[in-house]
């Protein structure tokens, strides 16, 4: 049983971390600080759609699983809802090549308006006599 709410705990973190990845830069514009954690977070996103790589999580996930004695994604409101969003039946490779592309230009967007906040922030306008 703790294994399965693990994995269950397991998706829904899996889901947020989609979420950040995706969003996340906008939470930049109020705390500057998450840039450590978002930066590294939509980088990996990107690589993950781009290059097709599995993500730790997933792996974990299914370890889980099946030391809980289950088989794939089967019953429960987690797996029923929350699954097909996160993995969509019929992703394709191009799919998530577009995905990985609106993941990088949607932040590439709030990474160039925070540059140029904070560059504009840090200037020093010289004081006339």
Not at 42 to 60: K, N, S
Not at 71 to 100: F, K, M, S
């Amino acid at each position: 049983m703790i294994y399965r709410m693990a994995a269950d705990g397991l998706v829904l973190f899996h889901g947020l971390f989609i979420i950040f990845v995706l969003l996340g830069g906008l939470l930049l514009l109020k705390w500057r600080g998450l840039v450590w954690l978002h930066l590294p977070a939509a980088t990996w996103g990107v690589l993950v759609e781009v290059f097709h790589l599995t993500c730790p999580l997933t792996y974990w996930e299914n370890l889980l699983r099946l030391r809980a004695g289950l088989q794939g994604y089967e019953g429960g409101y987690v797996e029923h809802y929350l699954l097909p969003v996160i993995y969509p039946a019929g992703l394709t490779a191009g799919i998530q090549l577009v995905l990985g592309s609106v993941v990088l230009l949607i932040n590439g967007a709030v990474y160039w308006r925070l540059y140029r906040r904070w560059g504009e922030s840090t200037r020093v306008i010289p004081s006339r006599p």
